[in-house]
């Protein structure tokens, strides 16, 4: 059974319960000075948990993870409603308040980032709150419950419960006294999700979900630029991000010498022990994740892409795969269509910016897409015809916390990151009285 933590919020709580008498906002600066003093170990957690890179983790996510939850400490304290111009002789105004307890369920790939996405802007609306992380990666959620203890998040605010996502994920999903779920991970899970929503207590959800993101390079940028984006967009994080840039579309000018340099990195690009500072791409999750990937690189192969390199395991220990890239890709083919999560690309060629635009539409996800031109009415053009939640121009993973990023489609809804995040966790109530003889009206 799963035990809930008090439906009271943050601020009372400390009230209640006669706690040093610290808003949010306070707590949550502290818990961010905490994170940046246990770097270290957070960072080994990381990559022993998720076999991500030891030096991306205590470069990026751990002090990513201190600046969300100071980007929301700002907020925290200035979370207000609105006074209504009434029609009538009433007084009118709205309260922002927290929703109560939200329920976040987690994946395995950015335990620390995602925990930090979701847990923050919570925290700042003055919510309960429940973590479930992946089953693969629960160390570093449980080290961040210990982080927040001492930095005087009360008792019964913040609770990190492992388990499994059949199990304590679809607790959570159904319990009745849980009165959000934010989730993040596959779209099948999602669906579920959603479907626990809605025949238990329609708990509103938001959903962020898998992607396809397609990465557009027109002819007239730099082919050796264009050739280490593409590449870092697929292999960050071994292509273990939702916003991957798994479908990379060439325009013809320049099709030919990119996919030379393309293909001479892909060769270069080293990988191995998530500990080695030389290494730029770690073992994948787990057997499962490798099994799967390498089945979708099979697929790739029988449906008749040329694979120009990579496709293989790497060793006979561990879950190493070489990066892997298809060219003759058509848009039928499932490594087209699917969302493999892995060092996989399909690389494909195009004309003209509306044959572009045509095939980066050509998904039933939405979550990301990049543009590499120096043309700014084709990034004009090209970016507001593209339906997906976050669009990168000449850049690609550009995130920030003031940034909010999320689906179109079947890549979700609901934002994280930014202020846009924080309506997840509130609820607007309106506050209405008479008034009588008042000469404004
Ligand atoms: N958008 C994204 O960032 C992510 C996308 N994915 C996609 O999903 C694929 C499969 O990965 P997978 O790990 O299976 O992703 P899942 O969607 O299964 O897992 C995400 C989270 O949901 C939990 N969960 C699983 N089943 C349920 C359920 N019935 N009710 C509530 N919560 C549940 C998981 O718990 P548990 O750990 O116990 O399974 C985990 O915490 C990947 O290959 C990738 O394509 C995966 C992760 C992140
Ligand atoms: C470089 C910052 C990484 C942000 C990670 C966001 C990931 C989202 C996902 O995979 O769901």
Redesign the pocket.
Known sequence: MLILPSRQHVRRLITVHGHVFLEPRGIMLKFADLIEEHAEVLAVLEALDAGKLHSWAKMGDIPGAANTLRYYAGAADKIHGEVLKMSRALQGYTLREPIGVVGH??????PTT?FFMKVSPALAAGCTMIV??????PLIALYFAHLAKLAGVPDGVLNVVP????????A??SHMDIDKVS????????R??MQ?AATSNLKPVSL????KSPLLIFDDVDVNTAADMALLGILFNKG???VASSRVYVQEGIYDEFEKKLVEKAKAWVVGDPFDPAVRQGPQ?DK??FD??LSYIEHGKREGATLLTGGKPIGKKGYYIEPTIFTNVTEDMLIAK?????PVMALMKFKTVEEAIKSANNTRYG?AAGIMTKDLNVANTVSRSIRAGIIWINCYFAFDSDCPYGGYKM??FGRDCGLESLHNYLQVKSVVTPIFNSPWL
């Open positions: 369920i987690i994946p395995w790939n950015f995602m479930k992380p992946a089953e693969q990666t388990g499994f996502g059949p199990t304590a994920g679809a959570i999903a989730f993040t991970g596959s779209t099948d899970v999602g579920q999700v626990a962020e979900l898998g992607g273990e991000i939702c999750v499962k994740q799967r990937i699917n969302e493999i999560f892995g979550l890549s979700g």
